[in-house]
């Protein structure tokens, strides 16, 4: 059975999910692919913290360098965060000749271009499925069965936490504050919440989804985004008046002057499969000109749902390298 070695950056909730997704799999993955996975090597500094995985001190480095010069890794799991140093991180790994397979949808959508350009310079492959949509097969769709589609429309509720909140504001009558300290609360909302209630996260998501639907690559800092901040109890009650729900979504969409694109509340009518994605799940809706109307539906987070997404990728690479 062929061995193939992964390298790990960082090990927090994601990093921590991902692992354990393998520890819990592994002989089912070994058994349905013929490959032994094992992560090897782990960038991170807090090597203490209890996880409920079974590492050992060996497997922990503090160095970058040495899971980027180790030849007997050949796939990079980027795990940090953030655009730096996680894009430089994944730059360095594919210039190593090391594919890469990350959930960073901040870093790919800030530096697209420039990674997608250097995994096909080193003949590597790069993944991100998980950087959209957390365990939603998403962008492997847009890429493989659903290739041969020209899209008309991408419609997304792909931030958890905003649609969250925006559930109990509806549903419960809530007003804004309430809910978001308790979405605090449970651990589905940051102590800064600023990049999902603010539309931050979903404009990184919708431009990786532009780039694979309409291969229209757009910084996130140039979608026009409005969040959820300003959405009181009255507005609510003025969409359920109208048979309508709002929800903060990620929209792109062909029109005879070009792609529109934006992030924002939107009113759907409660007919529409997008008002019906409740509390912290996510959902995509496509549209191609062959296949008609689509929904992926599912969990966007989370440290399993994320983890499986990425060990898919993985899986994916490792099949190639076999």
């Given amino acids: 059975m062929k061995k193939v070695n992964i390298g790990l950056l960082g090990l927090g909730n994601i990093g921590t999910g991902t692992y354990k997704t393998l520890e819990m799999n592994h002989d089912l993955i070994a058994a349905r692919s013929g490959l032994d996975l094992a992560i090897t090597k782990i960038l991170e500094i807090d ?31 980027e795990l940090l965060g ?25 870093a790919v959508a800030a530096n697209y271009d420039a990674l997608t ?7 590597v492959f790069f993944r991100y499925e998980a950087s959209v949509g957390g365990g939603i097969p998403i962008l492997n769709a847009l890429t493989s069965v659903l290739q041969a589609n020209d899209f008309m429309e991408v419609l997304g509720i792909v931030n958890g936490t905003t649609n969250y909140i925006l559930t109990k504001m509806t549903d419960e009558g809530l007003p804004y504050g309430e809910v978001l300290k308790d979405a605090q609360a ?7 919440p600023t990049a999902d209630v603010e539309g931050i996260d979903v404009a990184n998501k919708l431009t990786i989804l532009m780039a694979l639907t309409f291969g229209n ?19 609510i009650a003025a969409a359920k008046a109208r048979g309508n729900k709002i929800k903060l979504i990620a929209r ?8 529109e694109y934006s992030v924002g ?40 749902p994320t983890g499986s997404a990425v060990m ?4 994916s690479i490792a099949k190639h390298l076999k």
Avoid: W
């Fill in 47 to 77: 090597t203490e913290r209890e996880r409920d995985i079974t590492v050992v001190p060996e497997q922990f480095t503090q160095d970058a360098s040495v899971i980027f010069e180790d030849p007997d890794i050949s796939i990079v799991i």
């Fill in 82 to 106: 953030g655009i730096e140093p996680a894009t430089s991180f994944m730059l360095e790994a594919m210039r190593r000749g090391k594919h890469v397979v990350t959930a960073n949808k901040a």
């Fill in 117 to 123: 350009t250097c995994a096909k310079e080193n003949k």
């Fill in 186 to 192: 449970k651990g589905f909302a940051e102590a800064d």
């Fill in 217 to 235: 690559y757009v910084h996130p800092n140039d979608i026009p985004r409005e969040g959820i901040t300003k959405i009181t109890m009255d507005d």
């Fill in 252 to 259: 792109a969409a062909k029109t005879e002057s070009g792609i």
């Fill in 265 to 304: 509340p939107m009113e759907l009518p409660e007919s529409h499969p997008l008002a019906g994605v409740n509390d912290e799940f996510n959902a995509i809706f496509v549209k191609g000109n062959a296949v008609d109307d689509l929904m992926f539906y599912g969990k966007g987070a989370g440290p399993l």
């Fill in 312 to 315: 898919g990728d993985v899986l």
